[in-house]
Every structure is written in structure tokens, then in C-alpha cells.
């Protein structure tokens, strides 16, 4: 993916200033570098460093680091991306794209993840095509549904779905039991998995659901901010597997 200059240098400026304003760099550094699922020696070898450094400073065993290395950190991260595809930058690009900011939160998995757990994530259970449940997701998607009816149209619903379908379109903000199948009923593109916050699907929807073959699932998480924080906690997970940090468990209940 060739990635613009002005939205390389927005997520510059973006992550260095939260290393630089932060009241734990070190912290934060390691924080960005997770996201970006890039480990200590990948990126302490990009930037000709021992590996022992980019720990240092994580774990604060060295002082705040200065200007000079937390441009060279930064675009480090972003070079190491832009190797694998830009998936991170693309997924920034999604969610700075939408004036109406209808798509509130958008992650791509560094590796499968079951639906179990992300149904353990967001206190969810399946309440339609029990029989088509699928086991795995690669991502998610949280929009606000009103949002989505409102400003989106046509090509515009393909924002919704980041790299790839085979995700879960979380909608929260439900007006109506059943408007956010309507949504998934007239685009070309279907998601692997649906999620209705707060909202429960009427029949309408489960009626959709069945017709689409498409899992259905009902989140009795708290808020909003709740559903994003367990599924950012479970997309950290995920990394910390990736870079073989963590063994495979299903996250704890965070929603509760």
C-alpha cells in the first residue's frame, strides 16, 4: 500500500507527541510498539541499536529519551509497517477518514482470534445461526449505526470492513432492533460475525441474520467505552501472542 506523506507525518507527529507529553515514555513507547506488533530485536535492529536499549528505556532503567530517538523510534515503526503491508497506518487512515466518525474503533488482529473469546471480551452471546458459528475472526469493527445510516452510502459501507470481511461489525447505538442487519442486508460485503450493543436484535433481525447465514451476537457490555477498552485489551492480547509473549487463554471478563 503507498501511504500519503500528510497521513505518515499525522501519525508521526501523533505518536512522538504522546512519547514527549507523557508522563511514563518509556511506557508509552512500548505501548506504540505493541500495536504496531513489532518486537524489541525487529525494531532495535532497524534502527542499528542493541536490543537491550529499546528495554532500557521501556522498562525505565535509562533516563527519557531525547528528541533525536524518539523521531528515529517513530519512524522505525512506521517503515517496519509500511514493510508488512502498512496494515497499521491503514487502519489509522479508516479511522481518521470519516467526517461523520461513524467508525469508532477498527483493528485487524495480528492473528486469528477465536469468537469465543471475543464474545467472553464484550459479555456477548450468539442469539442467531448457532448451527454457522464460526470459530475465528481476523478483526473488528465498532460503528454507531445512527452515524452510519446518516452519512454513508454505496462504497462508502467497504470503510466499515478495513482489510478484510472476516471480522466482526460491532454496532452500537442501536435505533430499532433490527436496523443494523438492514445495513449488512444491502451491502455487497458481509462480515464474518455481527455484534448489537446494548440493543437486543427483535426478530426482524434474527430473520435477516438466518437468511444471511450470518452469526449474531447480543453485548450486554456496559458502555461504549467499556466495549472499545476490552476489545483493545483483547487486540493487545493477541499481540503479545504474536510475539510469543503470552500463551493462548481466553481474556478475563472486562465488561462485568
Same mark, same amino acid.
Given at each position: 500500500?503507498?501511504?500519503?506523506?500528510?497521513?505518515?507525518?499525522?501519525?508521526?507527529?501523533?505518536?512522538?507527541?504522546?512519547?514527549? #507529553?507523557?508522563?511514563?515514555?518509556?511506557a508509552?513507547?512500548?505501548?506504540?510498539?505493541?500495536?504496531?506488533? @513489532?518486537?524489541?530485536?525487529?525494531?532495535?535492529?532497524?534502527?542499528?541499536?542493541?536490543?537491550? @536499549?529499546?528495554?532500557?528505556?521501556?522498562?525505565?532503567?535509562?533516563?527519557?529519551?531525547?528528541? +533525536?530517538?524518539?523521531?528515529?523510534?517513530?519512524?522505525?515503526? #512506521?517503515?517496519?509497517?509500511?514493510?508488512?503491508?502498512?496494515?497499521?497506518?491503514?487502519?489509522?487512515?479508516?479511522?481518521?477518514?470519516?467526517?461523520? =466518525?461513524?467508525? =469508532?474503533?477498527? $483493528?485487524?488482529?495480528?492473528?486469528?482470534v477465536? &469468537?469465543?473469546?471475543?464474545?467472553?471480551?464484550?459479555?456477548g452471546?450468539? @442469539?442467531?445461526?448457532?448451527?454457522?458459528?464460526?470459530?475465528? &475472526?481476523?478483526?473488528?469493527?465498532?460503528?454507531d449505526?445512527? +452515524?452510519? &445510516?446518516?452519512t454513508?452510502?454505496?462504497?462508502?459501507?467497504?470503510?466499515?470492513?478495513?482489510?478484510?470481511?472476516?471480522?466482526?461489525?460491532?454496532?452500537?447505538n442501536?435505533?430499532?432492533?433490527?436496523?443494523?442487519? =438492514?445495513? &449488512?442486508?444491502?451491502?455487497?460485503?458481509?462480515?464474518?460475525v @455481527?455484534?448489537?450493543?446494548?440493543?437486543?436484535?427483535?426478530?426482524?433481525?434474527?430473520?435477516?441474520?438466518?437468511?444471511?447465514?450470518?452469526?449474531l451476537?447480543?453485548?450486554?457490555?456496559?458502555?461504549v467505552?467499556?466495549?472499545?477498552?476490552?476489545?483493545? +485489551?483483547?487486540?493487545?492480547?493477541?499481540i503479545?501472542?504474536?510475539?510469543?509473549? +503470552? $500463551?493462548?487463554?481466553?481474556?478475563?471478563?472486562?465488561?462485568?
Amino acid at each position: 500500500m503507498s501511504v500519503s506523506p500528510s497521513l505518515r507525518e499525522v501519525l508521526a507527529r501523533r505518536i512522538a507527541g504522546e512519547i514527549i #507529553l507523557s508522563g511514563k515514555p518509556g511506557a508509552t513507547m512500548r505501548k506504540w510498539r505493541e500495536l504496531f506488533a @513489532v518486537s524489541q530485536t525487529s525494531l532495535s535492529e532497524h534502527m542499528g541499536l542493541s536490543s537491550s @536499549v529499546i528495554s532500557d528505556y521501556e522498562s525505565s532503567r535509562r533516563k527519557s529519551p531525547g528528541a +533525536k530517538f524518539i523521531k528515529k523510534f517513530v519512524l522505525s515503526l #512506521l517503515s517496519l509497517d509500511e514493510q508488512k503491508g502498512s496494515r497499521f497506518i491503514r487502519e489509522f487512515s479508516k479511522l481518521t477518514s470519516s467526517p461523520s =466518525m461513524a467508525v =469508532m474503533d477498527l $483493528r485487524e488482529f495480528p492473528i486469528p482470534v477465536r &469468537v469465543e473469546y471475543l464474545c467472553k471480551a464484550i459479555n456477548g452471546k450468539l @442469539v442467531a445461526c448457532e448451527e454457522k458459528f464460526v470459530k475465528e &475472526v481476523n478483526g473488528y469493527t465498532v460503528v454507531d449505526s445512527r +452515524k452510519t &445510516v446518516e452519512t454513508y452510502s454505496g462504497y462508502e459501507y467497504t470503510q466499515l470492513f478495513g482489510a478484510t470481511t472476516e471480522r466482526a461489525l460491532i454496532f452500537t447505538n442501536v435505533d430499532g432492533g433490527s436496523l443494523p442487519m =438492514m445495513i &449488512v442486508r444491502v451491502s455487497s460485503l458481509k462480515p464474518r460475525v @455481527v455484534v448489537f450493543h446494548k440493543t437486543p436484535p427483535d426478530e426482524e433481525a434474527i430473520r435477516i441474520a438466518e437468511y444471511e447465514q450470518i452469526p449474531l451476537i447480543f453485548s450486554t457490555s456496559p458502555t461504549v467505552e467499556q466495549l472499545i477498552k476490552s476489545l483493545r +485489551k483483547l487486540y493487545r492480547t493477541a499481540i503479545r501472542i504474536k510475539l510469543g509473549r +503470552k $500463551r493462548v487463554r481466553p481474556p478475563p471478563n472486562t465488561s462485568a
